[in-house]
């Protein structure tokens, strides 16, 4: 699925030169946000990730996301789920703040029942590293909860393929450089400096 029109459309693909929250510089930038606010956009991609899931063969019985983005993307994702799996539900998981020198994790609402031997579903939005999505899949993984796979909308790593093991389905690969402040080329040094 060409996921790019809709991002167009909702002002959410963005291209000039910014700094990004991992430090280095990209030419592009999607914020999944501005996309997300459109129930329409929303319903569009919810529908597609589940047909993803269920063509994959998986039937978890949740779907998890890591808080803030992620919610609402569960939740859809699950809702597009129940005329295949009635009983699915849409949790989140939320960070923890890191004691110093410690590194930050994620963790499950008090409000939220895993059990073992459960599977699961893990979305993202944009996939760049996937360190957020796989905090949110380890911190469901100590209930003894089973990550059937990780669904998102836009894989941006450069190398496609399960990541740490865990399968994992995108609706598009979309891969752009991104440079360390250091190696910026001469002509996105040239474009102003937004902060992301």
Not at 34 to 46: E, N, R
Not at 98 to 113: L, N, P, V, W, Y
Not at 116 to 135: H, I, M, P, R, Y
Request: hydrophobic share 45%.
């Amino acid at each position: 699925m060409d996921v790019l029109p809709l991002y167009r459309q909702a002002g959410a693909f963005h291209e000039g030169h910014f700094l990004l929250a991992s430090g280095r510089h990209s030419p592009m930038f999607l914020q999944s946000t501005t996309l997300l606010q459109h129930p329409a956009a929303m319903q569009t991609i919810g529908a597609a990730l589940a047909a993803r899931i269920l063509e994959a063969g998986h039937r978890p019985d949740f779907v998890i996301g890591p808080a803030m983005g992620g919610v609402v993307l569960a939740y859809e994702v699950a809702r597009n789920l129940i005329g295949t799996l009635p009983e699915v539900r849409a949790i989140f998981a939320e960070k923890v703040v890191a004691e110093a020198g410690g590194q930050a994790s994620m963790k499950i609402r008090e409000a939220f029942t895993v059990t073992a031997g459960q599977s699961f579903v893990a979305v993202e939005d944009v996939l760049t590293t996937g360190g957020s999505v796989l905090k949110a899949v380890r911190a469901t993984e100590k209930y003894g909860a089973r990550c059937l796979a990780i669904a998102v909308i836009i894989d941006r790593r450069a190398q496609t393929g399960p990541l740490e093991g865990r399968p994992l389905l995108s609706l598009q690969e979309l891969y752009f450089e991104t440079y360390a402040p250091e190696d910026v080329p001469g002509w996105l040094a040239e474009r102003e400096l937004q902060e992301i």
